[in-house]
């Protein structure tokens, strides 16, 4: 009897000893699956992104600037990271994201039901549209969607504006970004581009690089957030860093700079 109980007695220890050691390593993976504890152990937040002015640009010297890449510069500081800077191919964002060739998407992305359901995103901090942009002496044509059927669209691929397109089954071509949708009209390649409003703001018109376009027909209205992983605690901390950045007033200023005030949203 006795060198059963002895027996009993040492199982249930190794049992114990056991389940310390699952719950020593299921914490440890939970650490490891930290992203915000990956991104500031590599010493890098790697911000995926395309030429989209106001947003994400270059500037004379060839540095990222724009109201996302500076916001991004500044969280990342907050973090005690370096914000680096990606290009990619907006149709693989999400693909991108999940290999960890990149550890955010953060340029003027719209929240789609594809995106939110994709990723961890933050909260909406800017208002937009996607808008129609065509040659200005033909403007008058094209001043609501009934009258633009007979047109042929240049988009970027798997954006906001190509599913606007599409769900109004128009005739289009998918480019790599929407600043290329604007050289496809420029170029006579295609009638009209379906890009983000902001963008129009700072790129079509009197005194810009696209001074023969103009905007005529909004197609939506939507909000940009930033999108990280699924389950991905970055968004969390981004939330709080717009939310101190709004009451300070720093996020305010920086969207001033670059003209994007007036769609700002409260955080």
Do not use: H
């Not at 690089?209 to 605690?233: M, P, Q």
């Amino acid at each position: 009897m006795k060198k059963i109980l002895v027996l009993m007695l040492s199982l249930i220890m190794a049992f114990s000893l056991a389940a310390c050691g699952n719950s020593g390593s299921e914490t440890s993976g939970n650490a490891k699956d930290s992203d915000l504890a990956y991104v500031k152990d590599k010493g890098t937040l790697v911000i995926g992104i395309t030429d989209f002015e106001p947003m994400d640009y270059k500037d004379d010297n060839g540095d990222w600037i724009g109201f996302d890449a500076d916001m991004a510069k500044a969280f990342a500081e907050s973090l005690g990271v370096t914000a680096e800077f990606v290009e990619i191919d907006w149709d693989n964002k999400i693909m991108e994201l999940d290999g960890k060739t990149i550890d955010c998407v953060w340029n003027g992305m719209t929240l789609t039901d594809e995106v939110t359901s994709s990723m961890e995103c933050s909260k909406a901090y800017c208002n937009n549209a996607q808008i129609v942009i065509v040659p200005k002496d033909k403007a008058d044509q094209y001043q609501d969607k009934d009258s633009l059927s007979d047109l042929t669209f240049a988009v970027e691929a798997g954006s906001a504006g190509e599913e606007q397109v599409s769900a109004l089954e128009l005739n289009y071509t998918a480019v790599k970004a929407q600043a290329d949708a604007l050289m496809e009209i420029a170029a006579g390649t295609s009638d009209a581009a379906v890009i983000d409003s902001l963008m129009a703001a700072a790129m079509v018109g009197e005194g810009t690089s696209y001074a023969d376009l103009t905007y005529t027909v909004g197609l939506n209205n939507e909000e940009y957030g930033v999108g990280f992983r699924k389950g991905s605690d970055l968004a969390s901390a981004l939330n709080d860093f717009f939310a101190s950045s709004y009451k300070d007033g720093s996020m305010t200023e920086c969207a001033e700079k670059y003209g994007v005030q007036a769609a700002i949203i409260e955080q």
